[in-house]
């Protein structure tokens, strides 16, 4: 990431409203450039692949995709691009999935626009940053190792008692995808029955 001067930042965010609103308070900090803004996945990652972009403000949710899937996706193509997670969710298990994603920040929309501001900054520094009052909880996801990043999403979904249709949904995926992962998990955890994953679920989510 660059010193603190002209960080290049992308705003993706699905309402129009939302992003005008940030696009006007950040665009009166000197050493910020809003080089782009999306509302969806697919129209955030053309910009990413033509434009030059220090920084990404991502809505966790973005319609019918998640901002953490989408966080993930930057990272493996372009590992250069930092993400700050922007969320109405204090709850650990999003900040511990957006953390697993590869975010470097996560910060309540309700916050004051200060802090994002200084998330911006402190992530441009090299360092992490969590919203006031959100603990910064890089542990509090402790999966096997043996699973990979999207069982440990569903292992961190499951946890809140959440149906394969509803992870289904919040993942964008099917719900046989959904199914045949959470068998995965048991396989690989060696675990038989549906109440002891929960059980396992729990045990790693610290909420």
Same mark, same amino acid.
């Given at each position: 990431m660059k010193h603190l001067s002209n960080i290049k930042l992308l705003i993706i965010d699905d309402h129009p409203l939302v992003r005008d609103g940030l696009r006007a308070r950040l665009e009166s900090i000197a050493h910020f450039e809003i080089v782009g803004e999306a509302g969806n996945q697919e129209d955030a990652l053309q910009l990413a692949s033509s434009l030059a972009i220090d920084l990404i403000l991502m809505d966790i949710n973005l319609g019918r995709s998640s901002g953490i899937q989408l966080?993930?996706?930057f990272l493996k193509r372009h590992p250069q691009i930092s993400v700050i997670i922007l969320s109405m969710h204090d709850k650990a298990e999003y900040v511990a999935q957006a953390i697993e994603a590869g975010a470097k920040a996560y910060v309540l929309k309700d916050a004051p626009a200060e802090e994002? %501001? =200084? @998330? %911006? /900054? #402190? &992530? @441009?520094? !090299?360092? /992490?940053?969590?919203? #006031? !009052?959100? =603990?910064? &909880?890089?542990?509090?996801? =402790?999966? #096997? #190792?043996t699973l990979t990043m999207r069982e440990q999403c569903i292992l961190a979904s499951i946890a809140t008692g959440k149906s394969n249709k509803h992870i289904a949904r919040e993942l964008n995926l099917s719900v046989r995808t959904v199914e045949t992962h959470r068998l995965n998990i048991k396989r690989k955890l060696n675990i038989e029955g549906q109440a002891d994953l929960i059980r396992y679920a729990l045990g790693q989510v610290q909420l």
């Amino acid at each position: 990431m660059k010193h603190l001067s002209n960080i290049k930042l992308l705003i993706i965010d699905d309402h129009p409203l939302v992003r005008d609103g940030l696009r006007a308070r950040l665009e009166s900090i000197a050493h910020f450039e809003i080089v782009g803004e999306a509302g969806n996945q697919e129209d955030a990652l053309q910009l990413a692949s033509s434009l030059a972009i220090d920084l990404i403000l991502m809505d966790i949710n973005l319609g019918r995709s998640s901002g953490i899937q989408l966080t993930a996706e930057f990272l493996k193509r372009h590992p250069q691009i930092s993400v700050i997670i922007l969320s109405m969710h204090d709850k650990a298990e999003y900040v511990a999935q957006a953390i697993e994603a590869g975010a470097k920040a996560y910060v309540l929309k309700d916050a004051p626009a200060e802090e994002i %501001i =200084k @998330a %911006i /900054n #402190s &992530v @441009a520094a !090299g360092a /992490n940053y969590f919203s #006031s !009052g959100i =603990k910064p &909880v890089e542990s509090a996801l =402790k999966p #096997s #190792s043996t699973l990979t990043m999207r069982e440990q999403c569903i292992l961190a979904s499951i946890a809140t008692g959440k149906s394969n249709k509803h992870i289904a949904r919040e993942l964008n995926l099917s719900v046989r995808t959904v199914e045949t992962h959470r068998l995965n998990i048991k396989r690989k955890l060696n675990i038989e029955g549906q109440a002891d994953l929960i059980r396992y679920a729990l045990g790693q989510v610290q909420l």
